[in-house]
Structures are given as C-alpha cells and as structure tokens.
C-alpha cells in the first residue's frame, strides 16, 4: 500500500498510564468510585467519551468529567507515554520505502501532535488526523473518511494500522485495508471479527508485513 494510516494508543505508544491515571483523577474529583488503573484498560482506544459515558452514565457528567480529565491529561499525562520498542524502525523504513504516513487517532489532534512532538516522531507523518475536542471525527469511521478526502487518497491504496476493532471497522467501512495489531489493548477475538487482512504480534513482524 502506498498510503498508511496508523493508530496512536496501543499501536506506536503505550498510553495506558496517562490516560488511566486521567480518568481515575476525574473520577476523583466527581466523587465516582475510581476502578484500579488495570481495570480501566477497555477505555483505551474508543472515544473517550463514549467510555465515560459507560462510567458516569449521564452527559453532563461526561461533560464534567471531561474538564477533569483534561486538566491533568493536557499537563501531565499526555507525557506519561512510552513508544513501543521497535516502532521507530518500522517508521523509519516505511518512510525511506517512499510511504506516505498519517496519524488516525480518535485522541484529539492537539495532543496527538504535542505526543508525537514530543517523542521525535512527527518528521514520519506527512498529517495528524484526530478528533476535535467537542468529539466531532472521534468516530474512526468519520476519520478516515476525512483522512482520506484530505489526503486524496485512493482507498485502495490505503492500509488502516491499529490494536481496536474500531480501527479495523473503520477501514473496512471506508474500502481500506486494515492490519490488528496484537501488542496493544485490542482482544485477538475482537480484532478477528471486525476482519483484518492480517494479525501482527509484535512491531518487528508489523514491519515485516506492513
């Protein structure tokens, strides 16, 4: 494929600590019940407020939460993040190939860009494509919709790159190929029935097949 689109949680970095140290700091602050960082795992990945939704049950705490949530993300754990060993090589050979990468994240951009900054990443992407803060594109499906008329982009040409079923399904409901990572948050059933091409286990076989 000429054109690759990758996740961001769970596909180039580890963003479990931030993210689940984030939701239990809004928790807090609501007076919720706050879970243990590993049982917030299922929320990394989806729409954030589509998981908060699932915690809080009412929008305008989603919409409290939020607030919450991004005070601390927005300072702290956006940096509290790990890239996955190997990545970088991947990226990096896929560039010299003569790919063109984007980002496709349901994270809102402005911190998509700030993380990928931060980590030296961005000199692989041509263009970070994520969701608004008022949740507009968090939707991988609406994403890459927008992704690919951006970038005009055949979708034929175009490989969707991530740990979710919501990657996959979002490929598959824009006419793109998609590859399930299984180093990440995903379920290997959940990836399995939303219909990948291919399952890699680890970054170097991703690079491999990628």
């Given at each position: 494929?000429?054109?690759?689109?990758?996740?961001?949680?769970?596909?180039?970095?580890?963003?479990?600590?931030?993210?689940?140290?984030?939701?239990?700091?809004?928790?807090?602050?609501?007076?919720h019940p706050?879970?243990?960082?590993?049982?917030?795992?299922?929320?990394?990945?989806?729409?954030?407020?589509?998981?908060?939704?699932?915690?809080?049950?009412?929008?305008?705490?989603?919409?409290?939460?939020?607030?919450?949530?991004?005070?601390?993300?927005?300072?702290?754990?956006?940096?509290?993040?790990?890239?996955?060993?190997?990545?970088?090589?991947?990226?990096?050979?896929?560039?010299?190939?003569?790919?063109?990468?984007?980002?496709?994240?349901?994270?809102?951009?402005?911190?998509?860009?700030?993380?990928?900054?931060?980590?030296?990443?961005?000199?692989?992407?041509?263009?970070?494509?994520?969701?608004?803060?008022?949740?507009?594109?968090?939707?991988?499906?609406?994403?890459?919709?927008?992704?690919?008329?951006?970038?005009?982009?055949?979708?034929?040409?175009?490989?969707?790159?991530?740990?979710?079923?919501?990657?996959?399904?979002?490929?598959?409901?824009?006419?793109?190929?998609?590859?399930?990572?299984?180093?990440?948050?995903?379920?290997?059933?959940?990836?399995?029935?939303?219909g990948p091409?291919?399952?890699?286990?680890?970054?170097?076989?991703?690079?491999?097949?990628?």
């Amino acid at each position: 494929m000429t054109t690759i689109y990758f996740d961001l949680d769970g596909t180039l970095t580890d963003s479990r600590p931030g993210i689940a140290r984030s939701i239990q700091h809004a928790l807090e602050r609501l007076g919720h019940p706050v879970p243990a960082a590993e049982e917030l795992t299922w929320c990394l990945g989806p729409p954030l407020q589509q998981s908060l939704k699932t915690l809080l049950g009412t929008e305008a705490l989603v919409q409290a939460a939020l607030l919450h949530y991004r005070e601390r993300f927005a300072e702290v754990g956006l940096f509290e993040n790990e890239v996955y060993t190997g990545i970088e090589d991947v990226l990096a050979a896929l560039k010299a190939d003569g790919r063109r990468l984007f980002f496709a994240t349901s994270k809102p951009h402005v911190y998509a860009e700030r993380i990928i900054g931060h980590f030296g990443l961005d000199k692989y992407f041509d263009r970070v494509f994520g969701a608004e803060l008022d949740g507009t594109r968090a939707d991988k499906t609406d994403l890459l919709a927008y992704a690919l008329a951006q970038t005009r982009t055949d979708p034929a040409q175009a490989l969707m790159i991530g740990d979710r079923s919501h990657d996959i399904i979002g490929a598959r409901n824009n006419a793109m190929a998609a590859v399930g990572v299984l180093y990440g948050y995903g379920s290997r059933e959940g990836l399995l029935e939303a219909g990948p091409e291919r399952l890699c286990a680890t970054p170097q076989e991703l690079g491999e097949h990628a």
